[in-house]
């Protein structure tokens, strides 16, 4: 059986996210398996080009919307879109 990467366990978490639903970065790390890795976890999504993978949902625990790799903005829309409360 194989080990699961980080990044693959990012992608499974953020993946099970539902819509209208939102997860902070440090509790995406936390359910990975490495609760110090919330920066790491953002290094991941900035990967993300899946829109399978719904990393529009991933937020910062300030309450701010964080980074997205198709503009702010774009993440903006697509959760008002999905009614998350942002």
């Given at each position: 059986?194989?080990?699961m990467s980080f990044?693959?366990?990012v992608f499974a978490v953020v993946g099970k996210i539902p819509r209208g639903k939102t997860m902070t970065y440090k509790e995406v790390a936390k359910r990975a398996g490495n609760p110090?890795?919330?920066r790491a976890v953002?290094?991941?999504l900035r990967?993300?080009?899946?829109?399978?993978?719904?990393c529009h949902r991933v937020v910062q625990s300030d309450g701010g919307l964080g980074g997205y790799n198709r503009g702010i903005a774009n993440k903006r829309k697509i959760l008002?879109?999905?009614?998350?409360?942002?």
């Open positions: 059986m194989s080990m990044r693959e366990k110090r890795a919330a953002g290094a991941v990967t993300n080009f899946d829109p399978k993978i719904p008002k879109k999905e009614k998350a409360l942002i």
